[in-house]
C-alpha cells in the first residue's frame, strides 16, 4: 500500500515516489540516510478545535479538502457525509457532523472563530442550507445527509468517512473517501477499490508531512536518534532543530514554537476563566476556575471570589471561603510538600475543559490528551528555578471578574525575541530569554519522543486505546521536561520510556461518546506521571532495562489485541458501566 502522499489542491504536498517509507528504514531494508524527513514540529503540534483530532481536527480538514477541491469542478446540488467506525461510534458526542460540515463550508481548524463553530449546526437547522466557499448553497438536511455508520469498518482504517456531492439526477460530481488517523492527520483513498484501498497523506501547507528535504540527522527509531546525537554531540533538542532548519528558516522555526507555547497557556487561563457545565448531556461540570480561586488563596492568604463547580458564585469572606471542608487543615499553607502537584492538575483540568467544549486546543499530540503538554509546560515555567520561578509560586494577574489567570504574565511573544540577555543572570529580560530558550527545548524534545510514536506505531485512541493518546503525550511531555531540566540523550529517552511503559494497556472508553469521563482527570493524572518520569529518570545515567523502541513495539502490539470496545467505541469499559443520567 503506498502511504506517501499525492498532490490534492493547495493544501497538500507529495513525496517523490523513489522515497523509502519509514518502515523500510525501521526493518533495516534501507540505510537511515535515506530515511524521509522526520515528522516536524509543525505536525505533532498543531492549533485546532476540540474535543478530538482524530474525530473533531481530521474530519474538519476532510471537509475543507473537499470543498477545495470541490470549487474546480460543477456546483453541486447535494452533499452527503456518511461516517463509518468509530466516527459512526462516537461521532455525535465528538462533534464529527459539525466538524465535517465546518470544513466543507471553508473553515479551518487553526483559525475558525468559536462562534462560527457553535452557531453552523442550529443555522443549518433552521435552513437547511449549506454555503459553500464558492457562495453556492446547497440543501442539506442534517437529521438526513450527515448518516453515522458505526457498524461498517473500512479495511483501511477505523475511522472513516465518504463525502460525495452530485447534481441534481443523482449523478456524482465528486465522491471521496479519507481516513482520520489521529492527531489530526489524515489519509485520503486514491484509487476505486474499497477492499484494496490505496491511500496518500493529507498534509496542511505549513506541516512537515511530505516535505521531501534531507535531514542532516534523519532518525526513524530511539536508537538511531541516541545515535545521532552521540555521533553528532547534540542533544535532543538541539537536533531536531537542525532537522526543522533543514526546512525553514530559524525565525520561523522559533515563531512557531512561541505560538505553540503561547495558545498552550491562553487555553490554560480560558479553562480557569470559564465556569459552568460541560455541553453533551452528562452534566459534567468545570472544576478549573473553582481550584484556581483556592490555590491563589492558599498562596497569597488572601480569599478568592470565585465560583463552584456548577458556576454558583461562591462567598470571598473568610469564614465561607472558597475551600472545601476537607481541605481546610492544610490548603491555606505553603507547607504543603505536594502543593506543586495542584497547580500541575489545575493546568491540566483547565486545559481539557477547554477542549471538551470545542474551543481552541493545541494537538499535542492529540486533542484528548491536550492538557497533559500543557501542564507539564507550565510546571517548567512556573515552578522551576531553571527558568527564572519560585517554587511553589503560580498565580498571574485576576481579570475583571476575580477569575485567577495562572498563566497570563508568561507568553513567548512578549520575552525577548532577539535572543540576548542582560549581562545580570537575575535581570527580568535574562530570565525570559532562558525561559523562552528551555520552553522551545521542551517542546523540540517532545517532537522527537511524538514523532517516534506516531511512525512505529500510533498516536490514535481508535486504533491502540487511549496507551496512544495520554500514554504518547506522558511520554512526549516526560522527554521534554528532562530535555529542559538539563538531562542527556540517554535521560530524554529514559523518561520518555518510563512514561509510555506505565501507560500501556490505557483503554480509551470515554462516557456516552464525550471526551469528558474520564478523558479530562487522566490528562492531570498523566501529567503528574510525566514530571515523575522525568524526575527519576534524572537522578539516573540513562541507562535502563527496557529500551523507548521496545516500549513503543509493545504499544502498538497492545493496541492491536485490544478489543474494539476499547478503543474509542464506547461500547465498553467506563462507557457502558457508568449511568448516564
Known sequence: MDLRPVALGASVTTYDPSR?????????????HDAPHPLSVFDMFRIGIGPSSSHTVGPMRAGLAFTTELTTLKPPSH????????????????STDRAVLLGLAGYDPETVDIETVESILPTLASSNMLTLPSGTQVPLNIAEDVRFVPRTVLPYHVNALTITASDDDGTVILERTYYSVGGGFVMIQTNDDPQNPEVSSLATSQAGVGIDVPAPHPFVSGAQLLAACDASGLSIAELVRRNEEAVR???????????????????VDAGTSAAGILPGGLDVPR???????????RLTGIPQASTDEAGASLSASPAEGVRSPGARAWVSTVADPMRAMDWVNLFALAVNEENAAGHRVVTAPTNGAAGVIPAVL?????????TGSTPGVAAGPATEDGAVTPL???????????????DDPASPEACAARRRALVHDFLLAATAIGALIKTNASIAGAEVGCQGEVGSASAMAAAGLAQALG????????????AMEHSLGLTCDPVAGLVQVPCI??????????????RMALWGDGRHTVSLDVVIETMRQTGNDMLSKYKETSEGGLAVNVVEC
Open 20 to 32: 523509502p517509507t519509514p518502515a523500510a528504514i525501521v526493518s533495516g531494508e534501507v540505510a537511515a
Open 79 to 94: 452533499i452527503t457525509i456518511d461516517l463509518f467506525g468509530s466516527l459512526g461510534a462516537t461521532g455525535r458526542g465528538h
Open 249 to 267: 528558516p530559524h525565525e520561523t522555526v522559533n515563531a512557531y514554537l512561541d505560538r505553540i507555547a503561547d495558545t498552550m497557556f491562553d487555553c
Open 287 to 297: 472544576r478549573a476556575r473553582a481550584l484556581a480561586g483556592k490555590l491563589a488563596e
Open 378 to 386: 507550565g510546571y517548567l515555567v512556573t515552578h522551576c528555578p531553571e
Open 408 to 422: 497570563a504574565h508568561i507568553r513567548m511573544t512578549t520575552e525577548d525575541s532577539s535572543e540576548t540577555s542582560s
Open 487 to 498: 538531562g542527556t540523550p540517554q535521560q530524554v529517552e529514559n523518561a520518555a520510556e518510563i
Open 521 to 534: 482527570e487522566r490528562n492531570a493524572i498523566a501529567a503528574v506521571k510525566a514530571i515523575n518520569a522525568a
